[in-house]
């Protein structure tokens, strides 16, 4: 009664674009919690294994470029996100480790980010390569950014993103227990890398990549009141980037 109570006082009513509300009519969707500053948050979201907001930012950002594109979504499984890349008119393409069905028709292959092998296909084919909440189970995220830039169009985009260990709360917390946010010892055997802000944006220069836009996961639900790059960093769980080729 008392987790209701609290759940109604901290709701946050999404005021989505006409995109999302249509996708909420065909997918799931249900209340999840979020951090935004220093305050625990509630909201009714799409559902995927990202921060809420990480998916609707991402279509955002990928609803700017034209429909029917090549689109890889690195570690997306076959489930809700895919489907939902597809409902936008995207070509898609996902690489996950936790893929059974093996067949060479079939565009969910079984690929391990970690084994080092080269991804299995042709060189600058894809418009659009989406990595969400990925790299921080990667081993090398050096390896992770050089790979998809093999994979990239010219003029294609990636959107990155992942939990963002430099806000405030995530501080806090390392502040008092040692640890950062989502890199706790009960997550440790999945997210193995955090990643700062700087270290993404160093990577991403060093292997031939310019920074886009960056936006925080709880923008979204608060249409980017953040004026700076610092204030979205210090105010978000998770982070999500884009990048162009330079």
Known sequence: MVKTIIKKILNT???DTDTILNLKKKFIHNQRGF??????????CLYCHATPGTIETTIEIISKYPNGGK????GGGTGQVANIFK??????YNLDIDIK????NDKNINFDLNSGDKFPFEEKSFDIVVCQEIIEHIESPWKLF?????????DGIFILSTPNISSMQSRLKF?????????????RDYHINPLPHWEILLIADKT?????????????FYKKTNTSDKKTILKNEGLIYSFKLR
């Not at 069905?101 to 060479?104: C, G, L, M, N, S």
């Not at 050089?146 to 010219?154: A, L």
């Open 175 to 187: 502040l008092f227990t040692g640890y950062f946010s989502w890199f706790t010892p009960d997550s």
């Open 35 to 44: 951090n935004y500053g220093l305050i625990r948050r509630f909201v009714d």
């Open 87 to 92: 409902e936008l008119g995207y070509d898609v």
């Open 208 to 220: 031939g990549f310019e920074k886009g836009q960056l936006f925080g996961s709880g923008d979204y």
């Open 146 to 154: 050089r790979d998809v830039k093999s994979m990239i169009k010219s």
């Open 71 to 74: 689109l890889l979504n690195l």
């Open 13 to 15: 009513n999404p005021i």
């Open 101 to 104: 069905k093996i067949d060479e």
